[in-house]
């Protein structure tokens, strides 16, 4: 994903609950800009946290893994950008 300007800080979340890692994650993303991402770095594997993150944040999450493991996990989380399509497919609108 290109980022316009990347949030200022990385969320490291080693050791958290699951609960814990989801609020905070969530907080911080309420503050993206469209187009904007942030870090996570955690010890476990984020299965569980990217499926509660995708119930509650639907296509406007935006996911990337850039480690996986098995000590550490980093993800790069996005705020999908707006759509830049046409109102036509292929932008052949008869109007």
Do not use: Y
């Amino acid at each position: 994903m290109s980022t316009a300007t990347p949030a200022p800080s990385t969320l490291d979340h080693s050791d958290a609950t699951t609960q814990t890692q989801v609020a905070a994650i969530l907080e911080h993303f309420e503050n993206l800009r469209p187009g904007q991402s942030f870090p996570l770095t955690l010890d476990q594997d984020p299965k569980a946290l990217r499926q509660q993150l995708q119930t509650r944040l639907g296509l406007s999450l935006v996911w990337e893994v850039q480690e996986s493991g098995p000590a550490v996990w980093r993800i790069q989380i996005g705020k999908r950008g707006a759509a830049t399509s046409s109102c036509c497919s292929g932008g052949a609108c008869g109007g």
